[in-house]
């Protein structure tokens, strides 16, 4: 899963008990790719110093984008679709197991690419 109330490595139980004081339940995955979503506009908003779409677009699809969102490594954006590399979280509902990607998996370009479709296998093209 992409997020779970579970989740405390890296910091992420301050930002769960933040959630907590203010909505009254643990943030789910929904909840967490909001937030995600909304902070890679905020830090690209600060880090450009501009609120044009055409520029938070290219910053955060350019190669200078990353985010850090409780995950233990940095987040970027695939060039060729635009996907959110991110760990994913491996639990049973009461704790977190594991995280993936697994140790001694490699890719070329990111270790998060090995999760899912990589450019060669799939036919997604940006329109």
Sequence with gaps: MSWDGTHE???AIQLQNR???LASRRMNARDNNAWVAMRMIGEVATRT???DPKVIRDYLTGPDFAIAAFKGQKQTLR???QQLRQPILLGDGRMIVSVSPQEGFLHQTSELDTLGFDQP?????LQ
């Design 121 to 125: 296998e799939t036919k997604c093209k």
């Design 79 to 81: 060039h060729w679709n």
């Design 49 to 51: 110093g501009s609120n």
């Design 19 to 21: 959630f907590m004081k």
């Design 9 to 11: 490595q890296w910091g």
